[in-house]
């Protein structure tokens, strides 16, 4: 079993930056493929990036070049920095696990997911 716990969330302005981390546990972290999830009040919970075992990297178009997933399998955690925060941005936001390299932007691929750190971006 995966246990996994987000942590960074908090309240910014917009073209601000947060940096969410999530650290894992109960399994060998290497062998995880990474992802970040959000979800907006009233909305369905949303791929935002994905770190694969492997070293592959996705982002969503809507955060290219503001967002960057990362990872370090030494200290068993990925994170997720944003920068230039909008205020679409303001959601909860999942760190999740997957078993495998395939489907990783899809919410069933995942195994685990953790309890969620609140984002919230004011004007």
């Known amino acids: 079993q995966v246990q996994l716990v987000e942590s960074g969330g908090g309240l910014v302005q917009t073209g601000g930056s947060l940096r969410l981390s999530c650290a894992a546990s109960?399994?060998?972290?290497?062998?995880?493929?990474m992802g970040w999830f959000r979800q907006a009040p009233g909305k369905e919970r949303q791929f935002v990036a994905t770190?694969?075992?492997?070293?592959?990297?996705y982002h969503i178009d809507s955060v290219k070049g503001r967002f960057t997933i990362s990872r370090d399998n030494v200290k068993n955690t990925a994170y997720l920095q944003m920068n230039s925060l909008k205020l679409e941005d303001t959601a909860v936001y999942y760190c999740?696990?997957?078993?495998?390299?395939?489907?990783?932007?899809?919410?069933?691929?995942?195994?685990?997911w953790g309890q969620g750190t609140q984002v919230t971006v004011s004007s």
């Open positions: 999740a696990a997957a078993e495998t390299i395939l489907g990783l932007t899809s919410r069933q691929t995942y195994d685990y």
């Open positions: 109960g399994r060998t972290f290497s062998s995880l493929s």
């Open positions: 770190f694969s075992r492997s070293g592959a990297t």
